[in-house]
């Protein structure tokens, strides 16, 4: 098992926005996690600077589905950050998606191991966002060690407006429309109960991993809803209940 190597791969295809074929063998989640390492260390030799991470397959229906207890998690970079209301090209991506979701800003570093109590008093912000996922692998196929080792399909995040935070944001109403229509509505319950619990659960496996989260970083809480195809010319906006509103286009 070469982890450089196939770390290599991944990131290749995502500098050329290229798919490539499921990995050819299987992969432990240990040795997924490294190959996600891996790569993103290619990515901050270039310059890029780790930000925050994201959480994926938080929606308690989507882990059941998938036979899986616990989620999965990436690593964001400023290059992956694009700014409220701004276009994004489609040809920087493979096969792109997007999903609603919410965004917290730490005003304090979080230790492994922590309550929602705590998760909450480290908080600076919370605000709306959107994640555009982007699995490079070929025909959007993949199993779960391939996600993982493939920075769990992160490939750019829009946060909007940051608010102060406020104690229940376990029942905030989602509408994500494109092109003005909605396609997708949900709540914030969808993220494990409640998006704190999200937090809690960052935590524990960015210090597992030897990168604590720490004041000033950005943690995606996970997907409200399902993802929807994006297509050249979409403009997508988001409005979530008491934190306002985040939007992007894709040219």
């Not at 908080?123 to 993949?142: C, H, K, M, Q, T």
């Not at 199993?143 to 080792?149: G, P, Q």
């Not at 210090?207 to 943690?219: H, K, N």
Request: glycine share 8%; with cysteine; charged share 20%.
């Amino acid at each position: 098992m070469n982890i450089a190597a196939i770390a290599e791969r991944l990131d290749t295809a995502m500098c050329d926005a290229r798919a490539v074929p499921q990995l050819p063998e299987p992969l432990s989640l240990d040795q997924a996690y490294a190959v996600q390492a891996a790569s993103l260390a290619r990515r901050y030799a270039r310059g890029e600077r780790r930000v925050g991470i994201k959480m994926g397959f938080t929606s308690l229906a989507k882990m059941e589905q998938m036979g899986i207890s616990e989620v999965i998690w990436g690593r964001l970079t400023d290059a992956m950050q694009v700014t409220d209301g701004a276009s994004v090209p489609l040809d920087r991506f493979v096969h792109p998606r997007i999903e609603p979701e919410i965004a917290f800003l730490l005003a304090a570093d979080l230790p492994g191991d922590i309550s929602e109590a705590q998760a909450y008093a480290a908080l600076a912000g919370v605000a709306p966002a959107l994640e555009l996922i982007d699995s490079r692998y070929e025909n959007f196929r993949f199993s779960l060690s391939d996600v993982v080792a493939d920075n769990s399909s992160s490939s750019a995040f829009v946060v909007g407006p940051w608010h102060a935070p406020f104690p229940d944001l376990a029942d905030l109403d989602f509408t994500m429309a494109i092109g003005g229509e909605p396609k997708q509505v949900g709540s914030s319950a969808a993220i494990l109960g409640d998006p704190i619990r999200s937090l809690v659960r960052a935590a524990r496996l960015a210090a597992a991993a030897g990168e604590p989260l720490q004041a000033g970083d950005v943690v995606m809480a996970g997907g409200a809803t399902a993802a929807e195809a994006l297509r050249r010319g979409d403009h997508v906006v988001l409005e979530v209940a008491r934190l306002g509103s985040v939007s992007v286009a894709i040219d």
